[in-house]
T-cell receptor, first 116, second 112 residues
């Protein structure tokens, strides 16, 4: 069974450019999460979706960040315009929820973003 | 602000010893607790999850949960150099939300 798939794995861009990160969750999972990881701030939750609907976007740092989930098998995280401080590893994760309990989140391989 | 705290390390242990990793959390209503391992340059991968007070064992790994003290730990027996990684503690947010709060991680170094 395929795990969470992310693309691209590496992205190098220049300040001011638009960046789009993509994620395909594990089939059957109804929750999808976008995280950002840096040395300084650790692993931060940016936004998460349930059944394709955004539930909590309080972690999105600025209006330059936006995320969509048009269907159960695809999500995007867009940064426009990008800035050097956006350089980080961006992870997508998916999970289910059962009996009032959060279940295991499975992480994708991540996208390493470098903004010059 | 709900928090999860871990000692950043590094925790250095000799090969074959027991490594003990600790985590405290502030949300008294948390129901789900996870330990992830993250190798440098890789994504977090699940090691253990625990929902109930007490111990849960899986091979060389034991997770311990004490909800009264708001404390969760991970023991690694017979530590191997391949266990050298950062270990992230994650705790669910109470209130029925499917959201995890991650600690900053403890770096473990197992030396031969």
């Amino acid at each position: 069974d395929a795990g969470v798939i992310q693309s691209p794995r590496h992205e190098v861009t220049e300040m001011g450019q638009e960046v789009t990160l993509r994620c395909k969750p594990i089939s059957g999972h109804d929750y999808l999460f976008w995280y950002r990881q840096t040395m300084m701030r650790g692993l931060e939750l940016l936004i998460y979706f349930n059944n394709n609907v955004p539930i909590d976007d309080s972690g999105m740092p600025e209006d330059r960040f936006s995320a969509k989930m048009p269907n159960a098998s695809f999500s995007t995280l867009k940064i426009q315009p990008s800035e050097p401080r956006d350089s980080a590893v961006y992870f997508c994760a998916s999970s289910s929820f059962s009996g009032g309990r959060a279940l295991v989140q499975f992480f994708g391989p991540g996208t390493r973003l470098t903004v010059l | 602000q709900k928090e999860v705290e871990q000692n950043s390390g590094p925790l250095s242990v000799p090969e074959g010893a027991i490594a003990s990793l600790n985590c405290t959390y502030s949300d008294r209503g948390s129901q789900s607790f996870f330990w992830y391992r993250q190798y440098s340059g890789k994504s977090p991968e699940l090691i253990m999850f625990i929902y109930s007070n007490g111990d849960k064992e899986d091979g060389r790994f034991t997770a311990q949960l004490n909800k009264a003290s708001q404390y969760v730990s991970l023991l690694i027996r017979d530590s191997q150099p391949s266990d050298s990684a950062t270990y992230l503690c994650a705790v669910s947010l109470s209130g029925g939300y499917n959201k995890l709060i991650f600690g900053a991680g403890t770096r473990l170094a197992v030396h031969p």
